[in-house]
């Protein structure tokens, strides 16, 4: 019985298949994702060309088209128009029916020629690497030649990894559990802290709120297998980030906030709106705890306590927000808080409005917060005067 060119114990055929993946999943990861639809990093055409060739291989996605898809997520996130959100499709979907999102998006010609500008348009591109039947195919025919008949179970292993965790896995759990290290305005969340079944994609709430950087860790405690994997690259030469996570600075606090904390605050704004919302649960913790025991009856205790917090609507339909609004007229305390938070998210948004008119309207809000008589809001309000660029 022919059993391949490669002999190995049964332990080899496994660490073969988890490494041949594992170059599948660093593919996805640098080239596709980080480089091609975010332009977060510089890639040699070495490495470009390698990743390209391997992806024919082993998933047989087209660059143009998975870039495309994935940046319409980011544009449309959370929305109808969101090609694989948990939270419009359902959990249940998005994790079984992850591949067949993508598949049927990737139909959608309207998408791929809006969103997928600036890929590969080479000769191979157009010629070989479009074909994703033939990549797959001979994958299928060396996997069996090297390794005979145990080749069709690392072949088949190649081929669901990515479906299954990527499409599954990232879009499905990454959007509906997990933990937040920054309050952005979709429902992403990190998987774990460590980056490695998937290449660093676990960390999903981090790359939703700086998607142009080239590393997705962002705590000590986080660990960005592809982002280690860019740096080697970088240090032959093969690779150059251009952006990364920015780190927070902070000074003395300024008796009159300026143009430069105005720019500080702008660039750090998922860092300002993460510690508005972990100061409100310390210091609002027992009045929240208050009205959600006096409302429960009328609204989901898990759900009212979230909102009371983050003052997120973005799962709320009409009459919630009206409801909410009366459970908010309880509390003058809490309806200031929620009515500051988005006015203070409302200054970077306001892409209209000068640097100028910027600056008076956020040092009008300090002005407010710190007449307010709320401590919670005249301790931000100090933080805030403590950004620097």
Not at 230 to 256: D, N, Q, W, Y
Request: charged share 25%.
């Amino acid at each position: 019985m022919y059993t391949g060119l490669i002999d190995l114990p049964w332990w080899g055929y496994v660490v073969v298949a988890l490494v041949l993946t594992h170059i599948t999943i660093a593919s996805v990861t640098i080239f596709l994702h980080r480089h091609q639809a975010h332009r977060a990093l510089e890639l040699h055409p070495i490495p470009s060309h390698f990743f390209r060739f391997w992806l024919w291989l082993t998933t047989g996605m087209v660059t143009k088209e998975w870039a495309a898809i994935h940046r319409k997520h980011h544009a449309k996130c959370e929305t109808e128009e969101d090609p694989h959100s948990p939270q419009t499709r359902g959990i249940r979907k998005v994790l079984l029916e992850g591949a067949e999102l993508y598949r049927a998006e990737a139909r959608n010609e309207q998408t791929i020629e809006r969103y997928g500008h600036g890929t590969p348009n080479d000769w191979l591109e157009r010629n070989v690497y479009r074909r994703s039947a033939v990549g797959v195919s001979i994958m299928l025919i060396v996997d069996v030649l090297l390794f005979g008949p145990i080749g069709l179970t690392i072949w088949a292993v190649q081929m669901l990894w990515i479906p299954i965790f990527a499409a599954g896995v990232i879009n499905g759990l990454g959007h509906y559990w997990g933990y937040r290290n920054y309050d952005c305005s979709d429902a992403s969340t990190n998987l774990v802290p460590w980056g490695i079944l998937i290449g660093g994609e676990e960390l999903h709430n981090n790359h939703h709120s700086f998607a142009t950087s080239a590393k997705l860790s962002a705590k000590w405690y986080e660990f960005d297998i592809g982002w280690m994997y860019i740096r080697a690259l970088e240090m032959i030469g093969l690779a150059k980030p251009r952006r990364v996570i920015p780190t927070p600075r902070f000074g003395e606090a300024k008796s009159v906030v300026d143009l430069d904390t105005l720019q500080a605050i702008i660039t750090h704004r998922y860092d300002v709106m993460t510690r508005y919302v972990s100061s409100v649960k310390r210091s609002c913790s027992s009045e929240i705890d208050r009205l959600v025991a006096a409302h429960a009856d009328k609204f989901d205790a898990k759900l009212l306590r979230r909102w009371l917090v983050t003052g997120e609507q973005r799962n709320l339909g009409a009459a919630d927000r009206d409801r909410l609004e009366v459970v908010l007229a309880d509390s003058q305390m809490l309806a200031t808080i929620v009515s500051m938070r988005e006015e203070l998210a409302a200054i970077w948004a306001r892409s209209n409005a000068s640097r100028e008119q910027l600056l008076e309207q956020l040092q009008d809000w300090i002005r407010r917060a710190e007449q307010s008589g709320i401590e919670h809001l005249r301790e931000f309000s100090m933080r805030l005067r403590r950004y620097a660029v």
